[in-house]
């Protein structure tokens, strides 16, 4: 499958190649970045790698996934953006984990604003939500820049989640 390529103001979100490795190794690899992220706890290179090739396999078998994230104007991979939803999952997730350095700058909000459309318009999805932990006030503060509102909580991955969603007609 071909991965949709997508180009924002200051974004390029667009299919993971194994030179990103580099860069998505480090930002896996960061306590900061993965504290509410998965399990929690950082992943080495070759768990980032696999994590990449995971991504790609989800574009594969669902039609849709996550994105690189890539500064247009540097050309550097800033993380990853997009749409989740593996075997058991509680809806079509859209997600964001950007590297510490690029934090604060509206990347996050920007890339999700534009899966978010991917979701509603190309993949006619009626409601997308983001699981968030709820010490996470920065994701939470993207999730509600982006339109979503919280709808209640879950447990996923052995820690508790707050469910924020967005429906197509409130958009």
Known sequence: MQIPKI???RLILR?????????????????????????????????SWRGMATILGHWQLRGYGMWAVEERQSGEMLGRVGLWNPEGWPGLEIGWTIRRAFWGRGFATEAGKVAIEYAFEELQQSHVISLIRPENIASRRVAEKLG?????????LGSEALIYGISQDLR
């Open 7 to 9: 180009v924002t103001k």
């Open 15 to 47: 299919g993971f190649q194994e030179d990103d490795l580099d860069a998505y190794a480090e930002m896996s690899g960061s306590e900061e970045v993965m504290r509410y992220i998965g399990t929690g706890k950082p992943m080495s290179r070759s768990e």
């Open 148 to 156: 979503e509102k919280l709808e209640g909580s879950t447990e996923m």
